[in-house]
């Protein structure tokens, strides 16, 4: 467009011109890259211990307690301080936590590989899920705060691609490297291999990262903190060891100290948010309905996710006789269906985003059934369940990135580390729970019958979570479009009466109801004289020659 002053052409305007929109695009491509590296290398650290547990038991001589705390050791502090890491980032600058984060994984992951003894190895996984707890929530932040509208759906399609990514990783990876003992160092190649990626993307993440400061500058609540880690350590903890010690009476202590200890943080960080403080919980997040359906349609959904690889991998190496690479391999067409399926599904326009939950999350509830039908049999092949983990890859690369992105819609940018932390808290919660509570179920059916009769009751729970998932997405859909026929019902008093009166001269509803509709409708139709009707209908009857017109 030409503007046009004193008889003379003085420029364009630039509102047609979007010159700068595939630098930014190449821009922000190239952060989101970086981000993912972190998340990548967190989810594979969580789930590579898994293959490794054989070797840290004849290499280190690892008791049972420690093989527990080296894997579980890691899920705790990675859980218990996401809210924390997230809120770190709100105050401190996201920028500046990820890269911090990313330096202390990389120290730890060495830490790691260089342990000599159980003890070690077991204080190195410690810190590493505390130093993912400071890196991980950044990544959602800064794709809620910084990346454009119109990326922030693909950007989060490519976080769930890279996640479920990681998770499989961890097995398959996992099990290549064991087998293929690089360089003589067997195990400690899971934990040296982050050292060149973490150095790499450190690089990186330094020259590309958006330099936003902090827009607040306020203490850290301490005391909110150490309230969040102790109510989740006395609820991850007993999740994790107690199955392996039959439940013992020290776990149900844990369990009921628990609620205190989250009841007395709650009413601190009410009253520190009364008295114009910063808690590190954002209550306020919890007032929006996106959110909450959000958090717990994820958490759902992390039940049914953390339970299934658990159960049905034992099922793979312990029933079918696979070792741990092959099945670690049988899990990769769900990798690579989850990886399109994530990357097709960022392409579907928003709106549809609840749908699109839905839709997958009835893709997983059908290979729920379907393996249900399939462990029944007599003749189990191993190609039926490669092609009922595909259809599941599908419906869970279809869900997983949609469930965050719907959670974190409505999250201020101010508020996104806070968001991010929480969600993530829930996810890793609820995976450790559904390995523990799901698991149990599993054991004590599988002693009854067999390991495919344990994975059919199994298979049972973890359908109804699907479906508790999608009972709640549709909910919220509802809600949407009531809230949405309310706000159209709210427009201006003048058009509705128009409209009254036009479908009242076509004879659809009574002129007058009453006394009110009465003097309504006499006033607009006094009004001939007003702007273009809205609706084609409208106009077409308000022609010359029509029961409308003038």
Known sequence: MTIVANGRTTGTTPYHRNVSQPSDSRKYRLVLVVLLSAWFMAQFDFFVVNVAAPSFERELHAGPAALELIVGGYAFTYAAGMITGGRLGDLFGHRRLFLAGMVAFT????????????????LGRLAQGLTGALMVPQVLALITADFPVRLRGWAIGWYGTAGGLGSIAGQVLGGFL?????????WRTIFL???????????????????????RRVRLDLLGATGIAAALGLALIPLALGRDQ??????WICFALAVPAAAGTLWWQRKLAASGGQPVLELGLFR????????????????????????????????????AFQAGLAFAPMGITYSVASVLGSRIPPRYGRQTVVAGGTLVAASLVFLFFLLGSTHVRLGWFVVM???????????????????????????????????????????????????????????????????????????????????LMMIQGRQKSNAMGRSRSLKSPQRRTYREAVRAARGRIPAAADQKDAESSTTVTARWRRPRPRYASERRHNRPGSGLAR
């Open 246 to 251: 039959g439940w013992p009476a020290w776990v």
């Open 288 to 323: 929006l309905r996106s959110f909450v359906a959000g958090v717990g349609s994820s958490g759902a959904f992390m039940l049914y996710f953390g339970s299934f690889m658990f159960t049905l991998t034992l099922v793979l190496q312990s029933g079918i006789g696979l070792t």
């Open 178 to 186: 064991l087998d293929a003992n690089v360089l003589g160092l067997g």
């Open 107 to 122: 120290v730890a992951s060495l830490l790691c590989g260089l342990a000599q003894d159980p003890t070690q190895l077991v």
């Open 389 to 471: 983990l595909a259809i599941a890859g599908v419906g869970n690369g279809l869900t997983a990135p949609r469930l965050i992105g719907a959670t974190l819609v409505e999250v201020e940018p101010r508020n996104a580390g806070a968001g991010a932390g929480i969600l993530t808290t829930t996810q890793q919660f609820a995976s450790s729970a559904g390995v523990a509570v799901v698991g149990t179920v599993f054991f004590a059916a599988a002693a009854q019958s067999s390991l495919a009769g344990g994975m059919r009751y199994a298979a049972v729970i973890q359908l109804a979570l699907v479906l508790v998932v999608i009972t």
């Open 193 to 215: 291999v982050n050292v060149p990626v973490g150095i790499i993307a450190l690089a990186f993440a330094w020259r590309v990262l958006p330099r936003r400061e902090a827009a």
